[in-house]
């Protein structure tokens, strides 16, 4: 599960909301489907009900069970000025859910008879059927030597919060400020918050609660939108990740390494050659015949551990950036702030999730335990650069 919401000048208005759902809705049909159960896979269909919105809780992401058969795979959500959609990954990424959220807003928006003028690349009418493209298939090539399998990293430890709490510490920073010092040190944006994810986690690692533990690899997993790679408009699911990382057990490494090993990560593996070889790797198994004639049942039993093997295993963290959000001149004035949040599992308990808004960087970090080590460390190397950081949390210290 993840989160994007946009917090408005006004308080919203739910009844008004329902109506622009439901009319928006109709230009995501591929949105609006069910999963199912079959013999050898899940498939989604169409659902006839129509998604209704509901009021925010204090925890966010809570588990979406599925109820097979009639639960629609997302929340629209409202609170005082805030609307927020919460999606199931199944479904699309962050590209796909910011683009509804844009023209669920933009909808409402002018049903309350705001001047918001055209709504440029925003969505108003039915999408074409390219947007519903299953693009993994689409630029699959035939098999491809295997990425490395990579070596189990570093996870946090901590103290859990009960089933389905989640404690959100939000860091909004000046963009100006924060650019700066991304140009000064001649890198990205996300190479520089990813290189600070890593000393963070780094320095956390050698804290004396770990001492007594094995030090393993420090590595952070960037998604990456693959739409910038492959001339794809899917709206649905479209992203897949390179993992920069450290290795502690050579010694402790300075912040200009980090830097330096994830600015050449980023570069190297997010070309399309690269990339093929994770693309190639996860539909090949999709297709696969054996895989295919396995009954459901026994591919359950399988999956979690390829999950957690292939997947969360080798990473300490995740830090996704969606990216500058663009809106038409006239709706970016009626909206004040805009929030990315991930969700988190039982390995990776802490996930980081960064866009930015006119002249605000959002950095939210979603946790499912009690310590705040992790942001705490982040935000203080941002401070100590000079970069100023506004702290908020859906929680009391």
Known sequence: MFRISMTLKE???PKILQK???????????????????????????????????????????????????????????WQSRIAVEFCHVLTDGTGAMTFLKALVYDYLKRLGKD??????????????????????????????????????????????????????????????????????????TTLLVAVYIDALQELQDMHVYKNTKKRPVAVQVPVNMRA??????????????????????????????????????????????ISRYLSRNVGGQRNWFVRIIPLFFKKLLMPFLYTRMG????????????????????AKEVEQVDFILGTNPINKVGCAVCGFGDKLVVNFSRSTQESKVERLFFTRLVKMGVHVKIDTNYSF
């Not at 659902?47 to 925010?56: A, G, H, Q, S, Y």
């Not at 039915?126 to 035939?142: G, I, V």
């Open 116 to 189: 918001i003028g055209e709504p440029g690349d925003i969505p108003a009418e039915p999408l074409p059927d390219e947007a519903a493209e299953d693009a993994y298939n689409r630029f699959y090539k035939s098999p491809l030597p295997l990425p490395d399998k990579g070596r189990k990293a570093f996870h946090i430890k901590g103290i859990l919060l009960r089933p389905g709490a989640i404690r959100i510490t939000t860091g909004v920073i000046p963009m100006e400020s924060i650019l700066g010092e991304a140009k000064k040190r001649n890198v990205s944006l």
């Open 312 to 331: 969360e295993n080798l990473c300490s963290g995740t830090l996704s950036n969606l990216g500058l959000v663009k809106l038409p001149e006239g709706m």
């Open 229 to 274: 790679i492959y001339p794809s408009k899917t709206l649905r699911n479209f992203s897949l990740f390179v993992i920069p990382e450290i290795d502690p057990r050579l010694g402790k490494y300075s912040f200009d390494e980090i830097l330096q090993i994830v600015r050449e990560t980023l570069i190297t593996q997010t070309n399309e050659k690269a």
């Open 11 to 13: 308080t919203v208005n």
């Open 20 to 78: 622009s759902l439901e009319a928006v809705i109709e230009n995501f049909p591929f949105y609006r489907v069910r999963l199912k159960k079959g013999f050898f896979w899940y498939y989604l269909e169409h659902n006839p009900k129509l998604p209704r919105v509901e009021r925010d809780v204090r925890y966010p992401l809570g588990r979406l069970h599925p109820r097979l058969g009639t639960r629609i795979l997302f929340r629209v959500r409202y």
